[in-house]
């Protein structure tokens, strides 16, 4: 199957950037990822057409995840903890990949170690921090890229302004953020989803 829209199990593409990166900014990153147990936020999703789609982010810790299109969509894409799943309702039919293989894994496991994955790209900011990561092991998986810009009130001292991903064929995808918050209670029933696929029942 084709995903009717760009994926988001891709990973990111930095853009070209400028200047020193701050030394220990990738540790800073950690501490942010670590320090984050959810987070809600709304979201802007633009792909490589620059067709834009809007909607609502749910992440709890360990591996959930939730991207709810806005009215009208008939996409979902939900991590259950296990699996990352691609629900499309208009042909009823879903994807599924292991939350391990994706590249959104950095966001949903908090004991991940960035160390042998990921780098800081410069971004000529000194209150910008850009990490772009990818597994050597790996290629397939694709690209990401997470920008982070400094706030004290955030976990970590860094708030996370959205991604730009590379997927193994080419399409890139760009999430940005906004109305961000962390921490706050998020029961798992957000990341139950209803079956698409002909004469199954709710997951």
Do not use: C
């Not at 966001?107 to 850009?130: C, F, K, Q």
């Not at 400094?150 to 302004?161: E, I, V």
Request: no cysteine; glycine share 8%.
């Amino acid at each position: 199957m084709s995903l009717r829209y760009p994926s988001l199990l891709a990973a990111l593409a930095a853009p070209a950037l400028v200047s020193a990166a701050p030394v220990g900014d990738l540790s800073s990153v950690q501490k942010h990822l670590q320090s984050v147990e959810s987070m809600t936020a709304s979201f802007t999703q633009t792909d490589r057409a620059g067709k834009v789609l809007t909607g609502v982010l749910t992440l709890k810790k360990p591996g959930k995840i939730r991207f709810q299109y806005e009215k009208g969509v008939p996409i979902l894409i939900v991590g259950d903890g296990k699996s990352l799943w691609f629900l499309d309702y208009s042909v009823g039919q879903k994807q599924r990949w292991p939350i391990g293989g994706s590249p959104l894994g950095i966001l949903l496991d908090p004991s991940r170690d960035m160390r042998g994955i990921a780098s800081v790209v410069p971004t000529g900011n000194p209150e910008t921090v850009a990490v772009d990561a990818a597994d050597p092991k790996h290629p397939e998986y694709g690209r990401i890229s997470l920008v982070f810009v400094r706030n004290a009130t955030a976990p970590g001292g860094l708030m996370l302004q959205g991604w730009v991903a590379l997927d193994s064929q080419n399409n890139r995808t760009t999430i940005r953020l906004s109305n961000q918050r962390f921490n706050a209670p998020v029961s798992n029933s957000a990341f139950q989803w209803r079956d698409p696929t002909p004469a199954s029942g709710r997951k």
